[in-house]
């Protein structure tokens, strides 16, 4: 019996934030694999490890997903044992083909359509009305289900080929930036899942926008690379989730994604983030690089191509050009990463343009920072 009534449904989502390590001492089979000179059947044992209910993290276009069958729960489960992911955050569900979203969805929208005709496959997630085959414990106990098709040929070949949906958030623990690269999935779930595909570098490196359609009004819940603009073009009006425009976050509003009320993205590192004049940025972060330095701490700056050689104090590194914010989204993750790699215990930036893709950016830095922001008059 697929469905539930609500009662059952709150026993099935309550074991809440599971500690870490329960599938510790697994052999996570590594393999790599060109998305450029893919062959199926390369994907054949990772598929066939879905199929048996297995966990298998994998490439694509955003972050590094770590993959389960999205429609038996008890697989589902194994994800957020693996992550540490609280059990009310729930999964996108990846599928091959748009018309799979008829199988998983009911009452569909046209507008659902209007705008997998132009994003998918690519970085949009669509918010739905569930059907009853759409488990509750992937749903973290929502009557929506969100829905992606990826770009990336390397996931797409592997959902077709496994025959079933796969249920995939980001392969890395619990509240630890995203993972861009095999090396991050590798150092998270090593020892606790069966498969890691190595299909090298996630191109664009930040996660799906999400975008809810199963009410009245089409709303965003999360900024990504499919921008507020490039959608209504698509649709017509699109509304934001208030807890997402704010930088100082009210306690009282829920986010309605429920992913985005966790402490995310976050390094081990205190993150800051300095906003103003760039020079006057430049010399508040030096300020207070040698400030800690003198003090025996370790700190990092998360500098772009241009500022890089303004910086003199701790260990500097540029996330990517301000002249391509791709490439500014694509290195934000590692660089978090390399920092926590190199133990550094203040980590100073810039910010960003908060409009279209700057959004998704400083959306996630905010997180990563805790909301620690200082504005230079
Ligand atoms: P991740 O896959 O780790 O990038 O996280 C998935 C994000 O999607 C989380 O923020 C979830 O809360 C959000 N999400 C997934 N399913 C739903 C849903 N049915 N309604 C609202 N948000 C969802
Ligand atoms: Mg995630």
Redesign the pocket.
């Known amino acids: 019996m697929l469905a539930k009534t609500h009662d059952n449904l709150h026993r099935e989502v309550q074991w809440h934030c599971l500690p870490q390590g329960v599938l510790l001492n697994m052999n996570t089979l590594i393999i790599k694999v060109d998305e450029q000179k893919l062959k199926p059947e390369e994907l054949e044992s990772a598929a066939q490890l879905l199929r048996e209910g297995g966990l298998v993290a994998f490439p694509t276009e955003t ?1 590094y ?1 770590l993959g389960a069958n999205a429609l038996d729960a008890s697989a589902a489960r194994k994800i957020y044992e693996a992550k540490g992911r609280p059990s009310d ?4 569900v990846h599928i091959s083909e748009v018309s799979d979203i008829e199988i998983l969805a009911r009452d569909i929208p046209e507008k659902a359509y209007e705008l997998a005709k132009v994003f998918w496959p690519g970085p949009l ?1 669509i ?1 739905l009305k ?1 059907k009853d085959c759409v488990p509750y414990g992937t ?2 106990g ?1 009557d ?3 829905i992606r098709l990826p770009a990336n040929l390397i996931a797409r070949s592997l959902i077709a080929g496994s025959g079933v949906f796969v249920a ?3 392969a890395n623990i619990s509240g630890k930036p ?1 993972p861009t690269k095999a090396e991050h999935v590798i150092k998270d779930m090593s020892g606790k899942i069966d498969m890691i595909i190595d299909g090298g570098m996630a191109t664009l490196g930040l ?2 926008t ?1 975008i ?1 359609l199963s009410g009245n009004v089409p709303v965003i ?2 900024p990504g690379c499919i921008t507020k603009a490039m959608m209504e073009n698509v649709i017509g009006p699109v509304e934001v989730d208030p807890v997402i425009l704010s930088k100082n976050p009210d306690p009282s509003l829920a986010p ?5 009320k966790y402490r995310h993205y976050a390094p081990e590192g205190k993150l800051t983030i300095y906003e103003g004049d760039t020079t006057r940025v430049i010399d508040a972060i030096n300020h207070k690089a040698k400030e800690k330095l003198d003090s025996g701490k370790c700190v990092g700056i998360i500098a772009t191509d241009e500022t890089k050689a303004l910086y003199q104090y701790g260990t500097v590194k540029t996330i990517g050009s301000r002249k391509d914010e791709n490439s500014i989204a694509a290195g934000l993750y590692a660089i978090l990463r390399e920092f926590d790699e190199l133990h550094m215990e203040y980590i100073y930036t810039e910010s960003f343009a908060d409009n279209s893709l700057g959004h998704a950016i400083m959306n996630r830095l905010l997180k990563a920072a805790g909301y620690r922001i200082v504005k230079m008059e």
């Not at 955050?89 to 996108?92: A, F, G, H, K, R």
């Open positions: 972050v997903g955050n729930p999964l996108i997630t918010i569930k749903t973290g929502l929506t289900v969100a995939a958030p980001s995203s996660e799906s999400i809810d819940l999360r309605k994604a429920p992913g985005m």
